[in-house]
Nanobody
Framework: QVQLVESGGRLVQAGGSLRLSCAAS????????MGWFRQAPGKEREFVAA????????NYAASVRGRFTISRDSAKNTLYLQMNLLKPEDTAVYYC????????????????WGQGTQVTVSS
């Protein structure tokens, strides 16, 4: 069982930056892929970015490509999401998740989820 704990969410102005962190309770080599998802009020949860833990292959949603960067620190078992040029439409609860599948995995392939961290972008 992998436990994931997100942190770093807060209120930020449009155009600003944030870095989210996701600490895993055990070495993540047992999970092939780690990803970030988000859910805005009244909307379905959506994919943001994913990274293969070994190899560092990445995949991004079109809406964040070029603004967000996913990375990991294997020694700390921690996944990051650097978010730049934030927009009000990026406001959501951001979730970290782990999957045994590839970076192209769909949401249903992610077996482990964190509790989420709130990101609010003011205009």
């Amino acid at each position: 069982q992998v436990q994931l704990v997100e942190s770093g969410g807060r209120l930020v102005q449009a155009g600003g930056s944030l870095r989210l962190s996701c600490a895993a309770s055990k070495p993540t080599f047992t999970s092939a892929t780690m990803g970030w998802f988000r859910q805005a009020p009244g909307k379905e949860r959506e994919f943001v970015a994913a990274m293969s833990w070994i190899g560092g292959i990445t995949n991004y949603a079109a809406s964040v490509r070029g603004r967000f960067t996913i990375s990991r620190d294997s020694a700390k078992n921690t996944l990051y999401l650097q978010m730049n040029l934030l927009k009000p439409e990026d406001t959501a609860v951001y979730y970290c998740a782990a999957s045994a599948s590839s970076v192209k995995a769909t949401m249903r392939d992610y077996a482990y989820w964190g509790q989420g961290t709130q990101v609010t972008v003011s205009s």
